[in-house]
């Protein structure tokens, strides 16, 4: 039944994509956005069951080879060529699909403004949530694949339709990065096919990688080519320094919704990609604790501690709030790739819960951004010209310190667990050590810029005398400011009780790394 369930949420979004786009452009346009609604709401529901069902207790009960909820079989074959049809999840996916459900559903509610063809709307929104969903329970790195390059589709019309001035720009930029990324990926899946007894099968490849290098056949610097190009694939959707400059356009000409999902959900696509495929895939061949994989592991940690330090000081330089959210999801992502550069369990827990964390913060700070941009005068996110809004939109203003405080690492707030695992985990790390120390200390100053510019972005927006944008202003209406008070609240609960996700992933990495 649980199998069935998975499957369910991942392709009921598609078949009602064309449902609210028919009914909508043929019935009444104004239903679009209801059944976008009610589809993610079931969908949403259905995965907090999985979870609660499954997910919370003293150890999760894996099946014999490590998921849950698996459907597999074969899909079609050629010769010695056989692709599966494979879905499942374990420690790492689950978290990422409940919280793909609630940043979509928060998402949903936000778009009401949108009132522009809205049928084809929250078709592609739909569409997108399949991808997503698609992305991050296939077992199969052909399905894998497909889902991947379909998500690039949706986002790529969201931007490009509904977006800003500069939206066709921004769009085709968005597309080309990451398409050109996806076609180095794939090269790095075809070698492992290659190298994996002629499989696509996640788990399979897993086991038959390392047993041909364990046996000779296969050697450690094709694992170190392997490894390469797929961390090039993976690092660009992050992005990471000097990956990055794809995501300040795409942010600030998406529409804010658009803007959520790119940050909340886009974002650790590449994360997800780069710890299943990066690094479980491989990590069983010694690759990580080799001195070739040592190398790789320094490397990654001088790009994290730049990607965590240089975009909080861009960020300290913008006047757009959306551009400064963008640069601070650059540096915060910095954290995941400082973990997993670490390779411990400290570090581990910290890259995938800072996905978690910063997948709730950041769609919550953009939607805000949002909210001050159609509710102004002129329609502006310039933040010297919407000074004072605590006397005009309190609730908002209160909103944007929550979120803002969470994002800058306010102990009690779930940003606050993840920058500490990492800076832990990179203190202890193997390879920080001796000359090389200077990489956690480098990261921890960034702490410093990123408390800010978010004080200085509050002081500028919120204490200063009523702007004129703001004294004309109108109120924030409740589907603006209700679905971000639940990630706040979101926020507060990973802060305070952060075993809730915590626990799962933790497990899971001792499971998948060290057991």
């Not at 953009?366 to 002129?378: M, P, Q, R, V």
């Amino acid at each position: 039944m649980t199998a069935g369930i998975l499957n369910f949420i991942l392709w009921f979004p598609l078949i009602m994509a064309l449902v609210t786009y028919f009914i909508g452009k043929f019935v009444n346009e104004g239903w679009s956005k209801w059944f976008a609604v009610g589809t993610v709401s079931i969908t949403t529901i259905l995965t907090l069951y999985l979870w609660l069902q499954d997910f919370i207790g003293a150890s999760v009960s894996y099946g014999s080879n490590g998921f849950l909820y698996e459907t597999r079989f074969d899909w079609f074959s050629s010769g010695s060529l056989t692709i599966t049809y494979d879905i499942g999840v374990d420690g790492l996916s689950m978290p990422l699909l409940l919280l793909t459900q609630v940043v979509f559903l928060v998402s949903a509610f936000s778009s009401f403004y949108i009132h522009d063809r809205e049928p084809l709307y929250y078709g592609l929104y739909l569409f997108l949530l399949t991808g997503l969903v698609g992305t991050f329970v296939a077992l199969d790195l052909f399905l894998f694949y497909i889902f991947w390059e379909v998500v690039l589709v949706p986002m790529f019309f969201i931007i490009a339709i509904w977006g800003g001035v500069n939206k066709y720009y921004a769009s085709m930029k968005f597309f080309i990065y990451t398409h050109l990324a996806s076609l180095i990926m794939l090269i790095g899946l075809i070698k492992m096919f290659q190298n994996g007894n002629g499989t696509f099968n996640m788990v399979d490849l897993k086991t038959n990688i390392a047993n041909n290098v364990a046996n000779g056949s296969v050697s450690l610097s094709t694992i170190n080519i392997i490894f390469w190009l797929v961390f090039i694939g993976f690092i660009v959707k992050f992005p990471q320094v000097p990956f990055h400059t794809w995501l300040p356009d795409a942010h600030v000409q998406a529409p804010s919704p658009g803007s959520s999902i790119l940050a909340g959900l886009l974002l650790k696509m590449g994360g997800y990609g780069l710890i299943r495929i990066g690094f479980w895939m491989i990590a069983d061949t010694g690759y990580f604790t080799d001195e070739l994989g040592k190398s790789s592991r320094v490397f990654m940690g001088i790009m994290a501690a730049v990607s965590l330090i240089y975009p909080a000081f861009i960020a300290l330089r913008q006047i757009d709030m959306k551009k400064m959210i963008a640069y601070s999801s650059i540096s915060h992502m910095g954290i995941v790739l400082l973990g997993l550069a670490a390779f411990n369990i400290e570090g581990l827990n910290a890259a995938m819960f800072m996905m978690i964390a910063h997948g709730i913060i950041s769609p919550g700070l953009f939607l805000l951004a949002g909210i001050i941009e159609h509710n102004t005068k002129s329609h502006t996110r310039d933040m010297d010209k919407v000074s004072g809004l605590t006397f005009k939109m309190p609730i908002t203003a209160a909103l944007f310190v929550f979120l803002g405080f969470g994002s800058a690492g306010l102990p009690g707030l779930a940003g606050f667990v993840a920058e500490f695992l990492g800076f832990t985990g990179a203190f202890n790390s193997d390879v920080f050590q001796g000359t090389n120390i200077w990489i956690p200390v480098v990261a921890v100053l960034s702490v410093i810029v990123t408390a800010g510019y978010y004080l200085w972005a509050m002081r500028r927006v919120m204490f200063n005398k009523p702007s004129d944008e703001i004294e004309n202003a109108s109120f924030a209406k409740w589907w603006e400011t209700g679905p971000i008070f639940v990630l706040a609240l979101v926020t507060l609960l990973l802060g305070v009780v952060p075993a809730i996700v915590q626990k799962v992933i933790d497990e899971w990495a001792r499971l998948a790394f060290f057991s």
